[in-house]
C-alpha cells in the first residue's frame, strides 16, 4: 500500500493531541514556547471540539481554531487537524434521538460520554459531512496543516448499533453480498433450528434470544458493522481528498487485541493515507513491553510493512484501568523507541497538557499538572532530544525474521459462543506465540492469512479457527516451497461463514500438517496433561488435548496422560521442501520455547544465546542499505550486545565497534557502517 509522510514534516514526530479549547487563550503561548522548548513537531488539534466549532446547527466559529493553528505555524509546529466527528453535540442528539446507538438488548445509549454513534444513521453520516467540509475548506490549503486526522479510535466504546435504522441497512448489505435470499440460507445454514427466510425483509439483527443466535449471522453483523464504520471515515476522506489535495488523510487505530477487538485491521489499513496507532500498556501483571512490541509489529504488518506513526501512547499512567501505576523512570523513553523500532515514524501522546476537568484528569499528559518542575517534563524533554538525533531513520523499514498469521475475522467466529471449551482463548495463544519468539529475539511481522509468505523462513500460527480455502492452499504452499509452518490447535476448523469445512479435522489444514484429528478432548479446569519427547524431555499442557491420527506426521512428542494418553501430541510433517508442525494442546510460553526451538532450528534461524532475556534488539534498512540498531534494555544491569558491523550511537555520538553497551532501562541506537 502507498505510505504517505505528514506533508511538511521533516523531522520524526513529536507531540501529542492539544486541546487549547479546554484552557484560556491566555495559557496559549506558554503552550507554544514550551513545546519549542520540549523540541514538539507536530500536535493534533481539534478532535472533540465539533460543540465549539459548531455551537448550534450551521453557525460556525473558526476564530479560536484560526488562532491556535496560526500561532502553532509561526512556531514552526505541524498541524494533525481532527475533524471532530467521533463525539456530536448535545443540539445533535437534540435533534436526532435515533442517532444514538441501541444494545442487542434493545436499550438506547444517552448522551453525555463520547462515541455514542449509530453508524447507518443519515443524519449523523449529513452532519459529519457538514463540519469536515467546513473545516476542509478553511484549513485545506493552510501551510500548517500537516495531514487529516478522522473521527477518534473508530470502534471504541461502541462498535455496533441494532436499532431498526442499522436493521435496515443490514438487510442491504447481505442482499449486496449474497445477491439472494437462498444463497444466504445456504451460507447461514438455517436448515439447523429452522430459521429458514423467505425474504431479506425477515432479516434483523442478532438481537437478544433465548438461547444462541445463529454463528453465522452474528459474525456476518461483526463485518456489517465494521463496514458501516469504514463508509462513514471514506465519506469524510473522499471530501478531504477533494477539498485539501495532497494532504494525507488517516485515522488512529487501535490494533493491540488488548485493546479494541471490533474492527478488522486488516480491510480498514487499505482507506488511510498513513497507518497510525493508539497504544496504552495493560497493566494486567505480565510484561507490558512484550504487548508494546506487539502491537508495534501488528501495527507495521497492517501498514504492509510500510513506516507508520505512533500517534497516542502515554507519557506516564492512565486513567480508565481498575489500577494505573505510574511509569518508572526511562520507561517512557523506551516504549517511545521501541515503537520507533518497530516502524513508528515518531512518538505522538495523549496529550500536551493534562486536562483539570472530565474523565481523563488523572491521564498523564506531557506537561502534567505539576508542571515543568516534574520528572515527566524531564523526560519529555529528554525524549524530544532522542527523537531530533534520529531523523536520518524517516523511511526506513524493519527487519523480520518470522512472520505470524493473525486475522480478526477468525478471532470474532473463535470468541462466538457454544465452542468446545469457553478457556480456548485466541488472543491468549497469540501472546504467548508471540512471547516465545520475542524472547527468542525474533522481530516479527503479522500478516493475513492469504499474505505472500515466500520471504520468511518460519510462519507461525497460534490460532486460525476460521480459515478459507485459499488461506489453506497459501500455508500449504509455503511449506511446499521449504517454509517452516507451525501451527497450534483448533486452526482451519470452519469456513467464512462459520461452516466446518467437510472432512476431518482440520479441515483446510490436513494435508499440510499431515494428519487429521478425530475429537477434540478439552480439558477441565485445573487439569494438566504431561507430553514426552525427544531424549524423554517432558512437557505440560493444559486446556486443550486431542485425538490425533497421523498420516504422514512423524510424533515428536505424545500425551502421557490425560484423555489422549498414548497418541501424538506434537507432530511434524515433511512436506515437499519444507515441515510443517502442529502442537494440540496448550503450552506455557517455556514449553513453545522447546518446540519454537525446533521449528526455528528447521528453518535455519540463528540462535541469539548471546543476548539476555529482555533485550530487544531491532533493525531499521533503508533501500541506500543504510542500517540502524536499535538495543533496548528492559533489565537493572548493563548489557553488551553484539553488533555484526562497527558504526556510531546516535543518541551518544560515540563510535562503536564490536560489541555495544546499553546502560540499565537505557537505549542504544547505532547506524551501522558495512
Avoid at 447507518?120 to 496543516?145: D, E, N
Avoid at 496433561?529 to 504422514?552: K, M, S
Wanted: proline share 7%.
Amino acid at each position: 500500500m502507498p505510505h504517505h509522510a505528514p506533508k511538511g514534516l521533516d523531522r520524526l514526530a513529536f507531540g501529542g493531541d492539544y486541546n487549547p479549547e479546554q484552557w484560556p487563550e491566555e495559557v496559549w503561548a506558554e503552550d507554544v514556547a514550551l513545546m519549542r522548548e520540549a523540541g514538539v513537531t507536530m500536535v493534533s488539534v481539534g478532535i472533540f471540539s465539533w460543540a465549539v466549532l459548531e455551537p448550534e446547527p450551521g453557525r460556525y466559529d473558526f476564530g479560536w481554531l484560526d488562532r491556535i493553528v496560526a500561532l502553532l505555524h509561526e512556531a514552526g509546529i505541524r498541524v494533525d487537524l481532527g475533524t471532530p466527528t467521533a463525539s456530536p453535540p448535545a443540539w445533535f442528539y437534540r435533534a436526532h434521538p435515533e442517532a444514538l446507538p441501541v444494545t442487542r438488548e434493545g436499550m438506547r445509549y444517552e448522551f453525555g460520554s463520547r462515541g455514542a454513534i449509530c453508524h447507518s444513521s443519515p443524519a449523523y453520516r449529513t452532519a459529519a459531512r457538514a463540519v469536515t467540509g467546513q473545516l476542509a475548506r478553511r484549513y485545506g490549503a493552510h501551510p500548517a496543516v500537516a495531514m487529516w486526522h478522522v473521527n477518534n479510535e473508530y470502534g471504541v466504546p461502541v462498535s455496533a448499533c441494532y436499532c431498526d435504522t442499522c436493521a435496515a441497512a443490514f438487510r442491504e448489505w447481505l442482499a449486496g453480498r449474497y445477491g439472494g435470499v437462498e444463497a444466504l440460507n445456504d451460507a447461514w445454514g438455517t436448515a439447523f433450528w429452522s430459521q429458514r427466510y423467505g425474504d431479506f425483509a425477515q432479516i434483523n439483527p442478532p438481537r437478544a434470544t433465548p438461547t444462541v443466535v445463529n454463528p453465522a449471522q452474528e459474525l456476518d453483523y461483526q463485518r456489517f458493522a465494521g463496514a458501516q464504520i469504514r463508509a462513514n471515515f471514506t465519506a469524510e476522506r473522499d471530501l478531504l481528498h477533494e477539498l485539501s489535495p495532497g494532504v494525507p488523510v488517516t485515522t488512529n487505530f487501535m490494533t493491540a487485541p488488548s485493546q479494541c477487538e471490533s474492527m478488522d485491521y486488516w480491510a480498514f489499513g487499505s482507506e488511510v493515507d498513513l497507518v497510525t496507532n493508539d497504544h496504552y500498556l495493560i497493566t494486567d501483571g505480565r510484561r507490558t513491553h512484550v504487548n508494546l512490541a506487539l502491537a508495534a509489529d501488528l501495527t507495521r504488518g497492517v501498514a504492509g510493512g510500510a513506516p507508520w506513526l505512533l500517534l497516542e501512547h502515554s507519557t506516564s499512567g492512565v486513567s480508565w484501568q481498575p489500577r494505573n501505576p505510574a511509569k518508572a523512570p526511562g520507561e517512557m523513553a523506551r516504549n517511545s523507541l521501541g515503537h520507533v523500532a518497530r516502524g513508528s515514524e515518531g512518538a505522538m501522546f495523549f496529550q500536551w497538557r493534562a486536562s483539570r476537568r472530565g474523565a481523563e484528569k488523572f491521564h498523564s499528559a506531557m506537561l502534567p499538572h505539576g508542571g515543568t518542575d516534574t520528572r515527566v517534563w524531564r523526560e519529555v524533554r529528554a525524549l524530544g532530544a532522542d527523537l531530533a538525533a534520529l531523523g536520518e531513520i524517516r523511511g526506513t523499514r524493519t527487519v523480520a525474521d518470522a512472520a505470524v498469521v493473525w486475522d480478526w475475522e477468525s478471532w470474532w467466529a473463535q470468541r462466538l459462543e457454544w465452542r468446545p471449551t469457553e478457556d480456548h482463548d485466541a488472543r491468549e495463544r497469540l501472546d504467548s506465540y508471540y512471547e516465545a519468539l520475542y524472547d527468542r529475539h525474533l522481530t516479527v511481522d503479522f500478516v493475513p492469512p492469504t499474505a505472500d509468505l515466500t520471504a520468511y523462513p518460519l510462519v507461525v500460527v497460534p490460532a486460525l479457527y476460521l480459515a478459507s480455502e485459499a488461506a489453506g492452499r497459501n500455508l500449504r504452499a509455503y511449506a511446499e516451497g521449504g517454509g517452516t509452518l507451525v501451527v497450534s490447535y483448533f486452526s482451519g476448523i470452519v469456513d467464512e461463514h462459520d461452516g466446518v469445512h467437510p472432512g476431518a479435522y482440520p479441515g483446510v489444514l490436513r494435508d499440510v500438517l499431515g494428519l487429521t484429528v478425530e475429537e477434540f478432548a478439552p480439558l477441565l479446569p485445573g487439569r494438566h496433561v504431561t507430553l514426552t519427547g525427544p531424549d524423554e524431555a517432558e512437557l505440560t499442557g493444559d486446556v486443550w488435548t486431542e485425538f490425533v491420527v497421523p498420516h504422514g506426521a512423524e510424533a515428536v512428542w505424545s500425551y502421557a496422560d490425560g484423555p489422549a494418553a498414548g497418541r501424538p501430541a506434537i507432530t511434524r510433517h515433511r512436506v515437499g521442501a519444507g515441515t510443517a508442525w502442529y502442537v494440540s494442546t496448550r503450552l506455557d510460553t517455556a514449553a513453545l520455547d522447546t518446540v519454537l526451538g525446533l521449528a526455528a532450528a528447521d528453518a535455519s534461524l540463528p540462535e541469539r544465546a548471546d543476548l539476555p532475556r529482555d533485550v530487544e534488539v531491532v533493525r531499521r534498512r533503508g533501500e541506500d542499505g543504510r542500517e540502524f540498531v536499535f538495543a533496548i534494555n528492559h533489565t537493572a544491569a548493563e548489557v553488551k550486545v553484539p553488533l555484526d558491523a562497527p558504526g556510531r550511537e546516535l543518541l551518544t555520538g560515540d563510535g562503536v565497534d564490536g560489541r555495544l553497551a546499553v546502560p540499565p532501562g537505557a537505549v542504544r541506537v547505532v547506524r551501522t557502517v558495512s
